[in-house]
């Protein structure tokens, strides 16, 4: 993989894991959820269980992030020497 894809991938999952942890807890949210209130569904993605899965599931898009700039970063400093 070249470290262009590398590079994008790391931007991939850091935005999506930014995005992930602070949408569910925004004013966003409850707008993008507000049409299903009158449903029986319409209590659970504003439950704090569902808003805290999605806020891990962008903890781990950063944790991944991380990983893949290491990688990147350690492969770089490695083809200087």
Do not use: C, K
């Not at 999952?13 to 949408?23: H, K, S």
């Not at 991944?64 to 083809?79: D, F, H, K, M």
């Amino acid at each position: 993989m070249s470290r262009l894809q590398s590079a994008l991938h790391v931007y991939v999952f850091a935005a999506l894991g930014i995005f992930l942890i602070v949408v569910p807890w925004s004013a966003a949210w409850d707008n993008a959820t507000a049409p299903l209130l009158s449903t029986w569904v319409g209590s659970i993605p504003r439950s704090g269980f569902v808003r805290g899965l999605v806020s891990g599931l962008g903890g781990l898009n950063l944790v991944a992030a991380w990983g893949e700039a290491r990688t990147v970063l350690q492969s770089t400093s490695v083809g200087r020497r």
